[in-house]
């Protein structure tokens, strides 16, 4: 499974998620975005770039078919990802792959109405608003739900 880290923050991020990975038999691997940590800064290189990266990584480690968990930040390099792995440039309208999408109630950095109008668009997204959580705790408190989620559609 494939770990997209916050902004700002690093790989290292996903430290945070690893025993839970490790208790469920799940490989997950963490890189630094363009430029960030021990990422090589490439003048060039632009945000757009990333999936096609992880595409050639997943092919470099020999990986066919993996799961994606994008926390804050990552969340959307991970749907560039998606969309690049299976389209360019689609609507929301046209993710018909089940994606599970869980929002902190007491999100402050993101507006909960911004994430119900994104996922009502997608014909097989499910939204969970857990109160009493914020940005950043949700990710840590829910990465088990989200790497069930995934590992069960990615075997």
């Known amino acids: 499974m494939f770990y997209y880290h916050g902004w700002p923050s690093s790989r290292l991020q996903a430290r945070l998620a690893h025993h839970v990975a490790k208790d469920r038999g ?8 363009p430029g960030i940590g021990k990422s090589t800064l490439i003048r060039d290189r632009k945000l757009d770039d990333w ?5 050639r990584f997943a092919d470099h480690l020999g990986i066919g078919k993996f799961g994606q968990l994008g926390v804050s930040g990552g969340q959307g390099v991970m749907t560039d ?20 999408y869980w929002h902190g109630g007491d999100d402050k950095n993101i ?13 097989n997204a499910t939204l ?4 009493g959580l914020g940005h950043f705790s949700l990710a840590v408190l829910r990465a088990g739900a989200a790497m069930d989620f995934i590992a069960q559609r990615s075997t």
């Not at 507006?111 to 014909?123: G, H, I, R, S």
């Not at 969970?128 to 109160?131: F, N, Q, S």
């Open 81 to 100: 990802a998606e969309i690049y792995l299976s389209k360019p440039e689609i609507r929301p309208e046209e993710i018909t792959h089940p994606i599970r």
């Open 26 to 33: 799940i490989r997950l691997i963490a890189a630094d975005r």
């Open 51 to 55: 999936p096609k990266l992880m595409a």
């Open 128 to 131: 969970d608003i857990v109160d």
């Open 111 to 123: 507006p909960t109405a911004l994430v119900e109008d994104l996922t009502a668009k997608m014909p």
